[in-house]
């Protein structure tokens, strides 16, 4: 098997290699026409980076922020906060796995944010990748599909409290700016969950409590409640085929 020192000294010869060829191929151009720089630099000849540079450098800065992209304009959060709430409520702590739930919750997150997309898509991406919207434009209509999705599942009282905090309080009749509108989606996506994890809790207390009675009353008080509801738990989940009808429920909340 190749080792890792291998692999590491390999890299660096062939890095090496690669910038020994760079400076020789300096030495013969001409100046000013060396081919490895001559589409980095403004044609213009004022020494400053081309624009399509400076769009790749852009680029790649957005897609390493896609994750907190992804929590703050979609519905990803509120699916993994009640997926865990699940997963905690039948008390097995690793069963589905972490994994597991975030890919579950990625691809709910496709279906409710797929026709947000799609607007997005032909409505901003398209044009500007055609050269009919400058970037102002281009972003405008991008964003508004977003906006208009989580509007709906934003609290008010949730943007004035942060407008008000921030002293940027929200006019009636103006669209608050988009910092401060993902800011509220966020909250209320996190107290949304927080409502339904409510929920989901309390049938299965119900069962701790009362396994714990019986335990209780029988003299067992030394065997842990916990795991003596475990089956009984999992199988009043199983019974009434808890992972659908709570995919179900989250996936027609997103539908009204």
């Given at each position: 098997?190749?080792s890792?020192?291998?692999?590491?000294?390999?890299?660096?010869?062939?890095?090496?290699?690669?910038?020994?060829?760079?400076?020789?191929?300096?030495?013969?151009?001409?100046?000013?026409?060396?081919?490895?720089?001559?589409?980095?630099?403004?044609?213009?000849?004022?020494?400053?980076?081309?624009?399509?540079?400076i769009?790749?450098?852009?680029?790649?800065?957005?897609?390493?922020?896609?994750?907190?992209?992804?929590?703050?304009?979609?519905?990803?959060?509120?699916?993994?906060?009640?997926?865990?709430?699940?997963?905690?409520?039948?008390?097995?702590?690793?069963?589905?796995?972490?994994?597991?739930?975030?890919?579950?919750?990625?691809?709910?997150?496709?279906?409710?944010?797929?026709?947000?997309?799609?607007?997005?898509?032909?409505?901003?991406?398209?044009?500007?990748?055609?050269?009919?919207?400058?970037?102002?434009?281009?972003?405008?209509?991008?964003?508004?599909?977003?906006?208009?999705f989580?509007?709906?599942?934003?609290?008010?009282?949730?943007?004035?409290?942060?407008?008000?905090?921030?002293?940027?309080?929200?006019?009636?009749?103006?669209?608050?700016?988009?910092?401060?509108?993902s800011?509220?989606?966020?909250?209320?996506?996190?107290?949304?969950?927080?409502?339904?994890?409510?929920?989901?809790?309390?049938?299965?207390?119900?069962?701790?409590?009362?396994?714990?009675?019986?335990?209780?009353?029988?003299?067992?008080?030394?065997?842990?409640?916990?795991?003596?509801?475990?089956?009984?738990?999992?199988?009043?989940?199983?019974?009434?085929?808890?992972?659908?009808?709570?995919?179900?429920a989250?996936?027609?909340?997103y539908?009204?």
């Amino acid at each position: 098997m190749v080792s890792a020192g291998n692999i590491l000294r390999f890299g660096l010869l062939l890095a090496l290699t690669i910038v020994l060829a760079g400076a020789a191929e300096a030495q013969q151009a001409a100046p000013g026409q060396i081919p490895a720089l001559e589409g980095l630099i403004n044609p213009s000849g004022e020494g400053r980076l081309s624009n399509s540079v400076i769009q790749l450098l852009l680029l790649v800065s957005v897609l390493s922020l896609v994750p907190g992209i992804a929590m703050m304009v979609t519905c990803l959060p509120f699916m993994v906060i009640v997926f865990s709430f699940m997963r905690q409520a039948i008390g097995v702590q690793q069963a589905p796995p972490n994994m597991m739930i975030m890919a579950l919750a990625m691809f709910l997150t496709f279906f409710v944010m797929e026709p947000v997309f799609m607007q997005a898509w032909q409505t901003g991406i398209t044009p500007y990748m055609d050269g009919n919207l400058t970037e102002q434009q281009a972003w405008t209509l991008t964003t508004e599909p977003f906006r208009e999705f989580m509007m709906k599942r934003t609290d008010p009282e949730a943007l004035l409290t942060l407008g008000e905090a921030v002293n940027r309080p929200v006019v009636e009749g103006q669209p608050p700016s988009f910092s401060l509108l993902s800011t509220a989606f966020m909250l209320s996506e996190i107290k949304h969950a927080f409502q339904i994890g409510f929920v989901i809790f309390l049938p299965f207390m119900v069962i701790d409590l009362v396994v714990a009675s019986v335990l209780m009353a029988v003299g067992m008080m030394m065997v842990p409640p916990t795991v003596v509801s475990l089956p009984f738990k999992l199988g009043f989940f199983v019974l009434a085929d808890g992972w659908l009808k709570i995919t179900e429920a989250v996936l027609r909340g997103y539908s009204t």
